[in-house]
């Protein structure tokens, strides 16, 4: 059994759970015209064994992978600061999270910069490893449906297939909050 697939305007819904991005960046807007037929453009990010699935609009770029500045007293999963833009952004082990070891990372590791989903957050980004290089993907009703069993973590939206491919929607907006939470106490 699945859920029903909803798309609109810089989101992707699935049933009632949706990944929901607000860009930053003026001069980043995306062409709708995609969006208008009921098409979302999405990415793939690779983890060590499992997938990500987002809107394209959630994500600022991707960079080579750098390491970053260790926080001292930091959760497990926060694996320190990385510089980018100017700015520092905090950059957060998806695996760690999922309460899983941070695997080693490949010859291709990468890092994502991703765009706040939450309208009053006081950081406009933050940062995520991966460990290949993402993949473009038109998200649809025909390729993209959700399965209702209960996330494993609070981490997570729900698992989902894109062309038969298992991913998984990630609840970015309670990773925000916690890590909104990890640095003001």
């Known amino acids: 059994m699945t859920f029903p697939l909803t798309m609109t305007n810089n989101q992707l819904s699935i049933s009632n759970i949706r990944a929901e991005s607000h860009l930053h960046d003026d001069d980043d807007k995306t062409s709708s015209h995609a969006q208008s037929s009921n098409q979302i453009p999405s990415i793939l990010l690779p983890l060590q064994e499992q997938i990500l699935l987002l809107p394209r609009t959630a994500i600022a770029e991707i960079i080579p992978y750098i390491e970053p500045k260790p926080l001292p007293n930091a ?32 010859n291709h ?61 990630p609840n970015l907006e309670y ?3 916690t890590l909104q939470r990890c640095v003001t106490g």
Do not use: D, M
């Not at 833009?85 to 941070?102: D, G, N, T, Y």
């Not at 993949?135 to 939206?157: C, E, K, V």
């Open 75 to 106: 959760p497990y999963w926060l694996c320190g600061t990385v510089h980018w833009r100017e700015q520092i952004l905090l950059l957060v082990s998806f695996e760690a999270l999922q309460r899983k070891p941070i695997p080693p990372l490949s």
């Open 109 to 169: 590791a990468h890092i994502v910069i991703l765009n706040t989903v939450r309208r009053h957050s006081s950081r406009k980004f933050y940062a995520l490893i991966i460990q290949n290089i993402p993949q473009l993907i038109l998200a649809h009703g025909n390729n993209l449906s959700a399965f209702p069993h209960a996330p494993s973590s609070p981490f997570l939206h729900c698992r989902a297939e894109i062309n038969q491919l298992p991913a998984l929607i």
């Open 175 to 177: 990773l925000e909050e």
